[in-house]
């Protein structure tokens, strides 16, 4: 019995990172029923600095005390779908997300800071003014009830939402209540669909 656990672990450490989000996805999507009105988690996270210095902790309730922010989270830095869709969707719609109102952009995984960083200087995130936080100890993701434990590390679910001054008011998951996967729904395209209907 051991043996089968110890090989079920090496073959979930050995997954590709995308099928890995995919099963995260999966699981936490289940579980995703944060409601509006739901006031944001007073949780830590942190922010990793150039040349590796100390990364400077932020209070998420806090911060989005009088203000309108986007907080979006995805499974893993530098994974495929992460990279090429979900971060550079809010990098390219940064000035139209401004333009409804948002005040700040929070990008958010259970990497460490440091990974945190170098992702979002490799996709010019900073250059859009978006907070590149993490959720290493996987407060947030916990909070919200999205965290997936894995054999290496506890990863987010994806998701996006929009939080006005301390209280989400719009909650997007990467999954239907089908099951059937929904990473579209996360995007920057979706997040600015719903400011705009609340706008209306």
Request: one cysteine or more.
């Amino acid at each position: 019995m051991m043996l089968r656990v110890i090989f079920a672990m090496a073959a979930l450490a050995a997954a590709p990172a995308a099928a890995f989000s995919r099963a995260v996805q999966r699981r936490g999507g289940a579980s995703m029923s944060v409601e509006a009105g739901t006031k944001i988690p007073d949780v830590k996270l942190f922010e990793g600095q150039p040349e590796y210095a100390k990364a400077h902790e932020l209070r998420l309730g806090q911060f989005c005390a009088g203000k309108k922010v986007v907080v979006f989270a995805v499974p893993g830095a530098f994974t495929p779908g992460c990279s090429m869709s979900h971060l550079p969707s809010f990098v390219e719609n940064a000035a139209a997300l401004k333009a409804q109102g948002v005040d700040a952009v929070i990008c958010t995984a259970t990497n460490d800071p440091y990974v945190m960083e170098a992702w979002g200087r490799d996709q010019k995130a900073q250059d859009a003014d978006i907070l590149m936080l993490s959720d290493k100890d996987a407060e947030l993701a916990k909070a919200l009830g999205v965290a997936s434990e894995g054999a290496a590390m506890t990863r987010s679910a994806r998701y996006a939402m929009i939080v006005e001054d301390g209280v989400i008011t719009t909650f997007l998951p990467a999954v239907k209540p089908n099951g059937e996967k929904w990473s579209s729904n996360t995007y920057a395209p979706a997040v600015l669909e719903a400011l705009s209907k609340a706008a209306v």
